[in-house]
């Protein structure tokens, strides 16, 4: 027989880059919840993003994580904006069971320019575009993609369009990134990020109970708005919308403690946390594959004294390849 979840203090907190998964059963609810440190610093302290595009990115890489982590299978999260703002490309993914690589792309004098003139919100420094949750499950098995158009002023709303859309379940998102300075273990001044987020989900037995309004058919029309949201689901939103970003970044708060602030009234559950690591899935027998595959004039355009040198967009990895190593194939 299977062994109930732990209530909250039967466990030892899970702390930094590691997702909870809880269970709100008072509330028909479902969800996780994590804290990122020095994971999330490492990736971005790697490329020295600007602040604004820090930020963003931050919490792209949350709930990439958040959602990433509820997998079942082996296989891929990808999360990707593509726009036409100063911060053009976001990409993050996930790979089971653990490993997290992202990466920024960006104008920095559209993104200075910007930031100079006060526009440094997320819909402005993102644009108009779309973002896309990529599932791949492998080379036998056809990918599944969702596409939302980047119509909200934060990630966090974007993503709750999504889950409105494409899979139809009530689901709240709250997403924060913040920096924090402190001094390190021989009193320096030191700078790091940090970031977290929650989903919930309302995943009630009955699942005529899941229904939602319909969103609105355009041009001011209003449809199905007569439609009453569950008791439940409105409880168990309000409370997660109740969350501030201080307190999804807090190291002194943490995960456990931010979930039992939130439930402790419907006893909410966590379960076993699941770490999450910067690791990314490069390799030189991955990338020499791919140059042996070019035409022996973009080889030679392509090197330099003959090498041809290429580095990696998420980890910064440098590798080396001679002419011959690649033309020979």
């Not at 080379?139 to 939302?148: A, D, E, F, L, S």
Request: charged residues 25%; glycine residues 8%; proline residues 5%.
């Amino acid at each position: 027989m299977a062994q109930p979840a732990p209530k909250l203090g039967q466990l030892d907190f899970a702390g930094d880059d590691h997702v909870v998964p809880f269970h709100v059963e008072g509330l028909d609810v479902r969800g996780r919840a994590v804290q990122l440190g020095p994971m999330l610093d490492a990736i971005l302290e790697r490329h020295d993003y600007p602040q604004p595009v820090a930020r963003l990115l931050a919490e792209a890489i949350v709930l990439t994580v958040l959602l990433g982590t509820s997998l079942k299978f082996e296989g891929k999260l990808i999360l990707q904006t593509k726009s036409d703002g100063p911060v053009d490309l976001l990409v993050a993914d996930f790979s089971t069971p653990e490993n997290v690589r992202a990466y920024a792309r960006f104008d920095a004098e559209a993104l200075e320019a910007a930031v100079e003139a006060g526009k440094a919100a997320p819909h402005e420094l993102l644009g108009k575009g779309v973002l896309a949750f990529t599932i791949d499950q492998g080379v036998h098995m056809q990918r599944y993609q969702g596409i939302v158009a980047l119509d909200g002023h934060t990630l966090e709303e974007i993503a709750g369009v999504y889950f409105r859309q494409s899979e139809q379940i009530p689901t709240k998102v709250r997403l924060g990134a913040a920096e924090l300075y402190d001094r390190d273990e021989a009193g320096k001044p030191r700078h790091r990020w940090r970031a977290g987020g929650v989903v919930a989900q309302f995943l009630p037995e009955a699942p005529e109970r899941m229904r939602q309004p319909d969103l609105p058919g355009g041009d001011g029309e209003q449809i199905g708005h007569s439609l009453e949201e569950d008791d439940k689901w409105a409880e168990a939103r309000s409370l997660v919308e109740t969350i501030d970003a201080d307190e999804l970044t807090d190291p002194n708060v943490g995960t456990e403690r931010l979930l039992f602030r939130l439930f402790h009234e419907r006893g909410v559950r966590v379960y076993p946390p699941q770490q999450v690591a910067d690791r990314c899935s490069c390799s030189r027998t991955k990338l020499k594959a791919v140059l042996s595959g070019l035409s022996a004039e973009e080889i030679e355009h392509a090197a330099t004294d003959g090498h041809i040198v290429t580095t990696c967009e998420f980890c910064s990895t440098t590798y080396r390849f001679e002419v011959g190593e690649v033309a020979a194939a």
